[in-house]
């Protein structure tokens, strides 16, 4: 059975800072691509960032710069340092496997 848990989620002022972390369970992570994406209120779900199983990264435009995703294969955990938050980047935030979602984490940035 798959599992992602989400972590790292809160409220948090304009210019600040969070880490966002996932723990995988029940695929052979290594092999697989991971992804974060987000969700605003009244908005579609968007991808935020992805790294392939080698490492590579994607990120959205509006993130570049600001969010670093990133991956531990020992630790079965994908991240995503979120830095120069701000207030439009609030949204739940899944963190995402191959046909599998996680439940999500609220973030909030404060003007």
């Known amino acids: 059975q798959v599992q992602l848990v989400e972590s790292g989620g809160g409220l948090v002022q304009a210019g600040g800072s969070l880490r966002l972390s996932c723990a995988v369970s029940?695929?052979?992570?290594?092999?697989?691509?991971m992804g974060w994406y987000r969700q605003a209120p009244g908005k579609q779900r968007a991808m935020v960032a992805i790294?392939?199983?080698?490492?590579?990264?994607t990120y959205a435009d509006s993130v570049k710069g600001r969010f670093t995703i990133s991956r531990d294969n020992a630790k079965n955990t994908v991240y995503l340092q979120m830095n120069s938050l701000k207030p439009e980047d609030t949204a739940v935030y899944y963190c995402?496997?191959?046909?599998?979602w996680g439940q999500g984490t609220q973030v909030i940035v404060s003007s």
């Open positions: 995402s496997a191959p046909g599998k």
């Open positions: 029940g695929i052979i992570f290594s092999s697989n691509a």
């Open positions: 790294i392939s199983s080698s490492g590579t990264t």
